[in-house]
């Protein structure tokens, strides 16, 4: 079974652009899960995508922003781009059922870089 | 709100010692998973081991063991024998019933060195 993919793994991008991520999750998982890895912050929630809505958000401006398609592939954007959003964007899926624990399944990342 | 802190930033051993990672979390839920991740040199973070809030029973896997306690709210983690390839990050996380289990918060994480 393929793992969770990220694309791109690596950005480079300059203060006032905008980016966009994306994610693939495991085949079957409907749950995606966004989280932000900063060496200030360390490892911060971003937003969690379910059946294609949003069903929980963490504690980001509203320049982070996120959608899920119908096949559960999800897409991160970040308008405006600041210096201090340069980060590790790692996404994880699960199976999202809510029947207790779902592990989440970490992929790789995209390391994001804003100059 | 749901707090988790790893109050080690750096741990530096010699292969061969045990070391034990350390977490305290905070949360006003009565029911809750905790999780050790780590996080080699790529960033891909690694599943290591998952706990839930009513099981205490403290247990050993293969190297790895931990050591849940609910009265101290501590949930630490303990590898044995460490090898060179143990050198990574590790992250201790807490994930809550009330956001229906979707949410993972961490603690900073601990950096462990491993030298031969």
């Known amino acids: 079974k393929a793992g969770v993919t990220q694309t791109p793994r690596y950005l480079i991008k300059t203060r006032g652009q905008q980016v966009t991520l994306s994610c693939s999750p495991i085949?079957?998982?409907?749950?995606v899960s966004w989280y932000q890895q900063t060496p200030g912050q360390g490892l911060q929630f971003l937003f969690e995508?379910?059946?294609?809505?949003?069903?929980n958000k963490g504690n980001f401006p509203g320049r982070f922003s996120g959608r899920q398609f119908s096949n559960s592939r999800s897409e991160m954007n970040v308008s405006t781009l600041e210096l201090g959003d340069s980060a590790l964007y790692l996404c994880?899926?699960?199976?999202?059922?809510?029947?207790?624990?779902?592990?989440?399944?970490f992929g790789p990342g995209t390391r994001l870089t804003v100059l | 709100a749901q707090k988790v802190t790893q109050a080690q930033t750096e741990i530096s051993v010699v292969e061969k010692e045990d070391v034990t990672l350390d977490c305290v979390y905070e949360?006003?839920?009565?029911?809750?998973?905790l999780f050790w991740y780590k996080q080699p040199p790529s960033g891909e973070l690694v599943f290591l081991i998952r706990?839930?809030?009513?099981?205490?029973q403290n247990e050993i896997s293969g190297r790895y063991s931990w050591n849940f306690q609910k009265s101290t709210s501590s949930f630490n983690f303990t590898i044995t024998a460490s090898q060179v390839v143990d050198s990574a990050v590790y992250f201790c996380?807490?994930?809550?019933?009330?956001?229906?289990?979707?949410?993972?918060?961490f603690g900073k994480g601990t950096m462990l060195l491993v030298s031969p």
């Open positions: 994880a899926s699960s199976t999202g059922t809510g029947q207790g624990y779902n592990e989440q399944f």
């Open positions: 085949s079957g998982h409907r749950s």
């Open positions: 995508y379910f059946s294609e809505t949003q069903r």
């Open positions: 949360t006003r839920d009565t029911t809750y998973y």
């Open positions: 706990r839930n809030s009513f099981d205490e």
């Open positions: 996380a807490l994930s809550e019933s009330n956001s229906g289990y979707s949410t993972l918060t």
